[in-house]
DNA sequence: ATTACTAGCTGTCGAGTAA
DNA sequence: TTTACTCGACAGCTAGTAA
């Protein structure tokens, strides 16, 4: 996983997602994409088989080209990346990103990890209020998901990861946001962003200091919106 | 200027970025640095001597290390790739900025630019409003002035440059936003963002369908709010 | 037209050395 | 310790060729 890729091939991978190969396959030739980063086509063409190779991108030779799209690996590399740029230009306080989604009943494991003293009390230092036991789950509309995927490369809150006797619970980070009620200010609460579980992309999870669902009178399908704020 | 960098070279500027040497010299040794690249000494010091041959960086050299800044032209180099990032990952519609800056009066340029049809048709066209002739300027505070950065790795509302008989007008790009006035909604203006021309980048040019000094009684060290969205 | 070899060259890397 | 050379080894590039 901690494979250090060359410059060039990063360079290479960004100019593929640049060319569109991120949400479906491309279509492209060497020539093509040797013009796009401006080198022979032979070495495109070497390029586009080591990005294969290395489990990058997905390709599908035809007789007059090939269709690329990035994977799951590939976009991650980029994303790493990306947040290097965030580091670098982004440190200022500013930025807000809206989220729309539907209230959704959850798995019920948000009670579980609200209410482990470990986390409980980094919630308490770093956001500056207790959990309510439990996380109230959105299901975002299309716009917010790929907003979704700019916290991924922000930094956050950083939530430390610890072990107990039984099991190791994973760290994460977390966002400082509002739930908007019309008109009003809006409830300080976090949107939480496990590092590594594979939460489906679509659900943002949030904690809150109350319970929003009472507080507000939510039941499921619910549209509401969260402000983010870094 | 159109130099192209190469994909290792840019790894290594990022890093230095990175580790902070972006506001004030950061000290490092070739050693140091070839921890932070994951190569030799001997390749971590050629980087360097080549960064400053190339104009990325300035340094100067101790008995116990190097002192590095980017130079201008670095910065510039990280910032078109941020963009490039910015374009993959950042097309949701959804991401606000806030400005915080007091009314100041500028050169008197912005009446010209603003009644100029060339210009103004592209307003009416990209913003949707006729500019009211002048522009409001205003001194951002100091954490705006980090935010102003973030414009330049957005990418905006393209306005086109143009030539006439006697000179040429340079392009630039625009962002919607909303002046806040209390409590109220906002009135929906622009920032302007002239592509070439290096103004002091504490200072930011809006344009609006109104006279915006009249319409919210402001006179100069009046501090106002800009709310950008893309 | 493509992609994908091979061959040869160029340029980059890193150990060793000097200051 | 540093930085900055030299030089041998090799990785990556491009031209040419095949399929």
Redesign the interface.
């Known amino acids: 996983m901690k494979i250090?890729m060359?410059?060039?091939?990063?360079?290479s991978l960004?100019k593929l997602?640049?060319l569109g190969a991120?949400e479906q396959p491309v279509k492209l030739s060497s020539v093509h994409f040797a013009e796009a980063i401006?080198s022979s086509v032979q070495t495109a063409g070497r390029r586009l088989q080591e990005l294969e190779r290395e489990g990058f991108v997905h390709r599908r030779i035809t007789a007059d080209g090939q269709w690329i799209i990035l994977t799951k690996s590939g976009m991650e590399h980029?994303?790493e990346?990306?947040y290097?740029?965030q580091?670098?230009?982004?440190?200022?306080?500013?930025?807000?990103?809206?989220?729309v989604g539907c209230v959704i009943t959850g798995l019920g494991e948000g009670e579980y990890y609200t209410t482990r003293d470990e986390y409980k009390r980094q919630f308490e230092v770093k956001l500056g209020f207790t959990p309510f036991p439990g996380t109230l789950n959105l299901r975002l509309d299309s716009?917010?998901i790929?907003?979704r995927?700019?916290l991924d490369?922000w930094k956050g809150i950083e939530i430390a990861g610890f072990e107990s006797e039984k099991r190791t619970f994973g760290g994460g980070k977390c966002f400082p946001c509002k739930i908007m009620n019309d008109g009003a200010e809006g409830i300080k609460s976090a949107v939480i962003i496990p590092a590594r579980t594979h939460y489906p992309e679509d659900v943002l999870e949030i904690i809150s200091p109350v319970y929003l669902r009472c507080e507000l009178q939510l039941k499921d399908g619910d549209e509401i919106r969260a402000r983010v704020m870094t």
């Open positions: 250090k060359s410059g060039d091939m990063m360079f960004r997602a640049l991120v401006k980029l994303k990346e990306c290097e740029y580091e670098i230009f982004f440190t200022t306080q500013t930025v807000e990103l809206e989220f716009q917010s790929a907003a995927e700019i490369v």
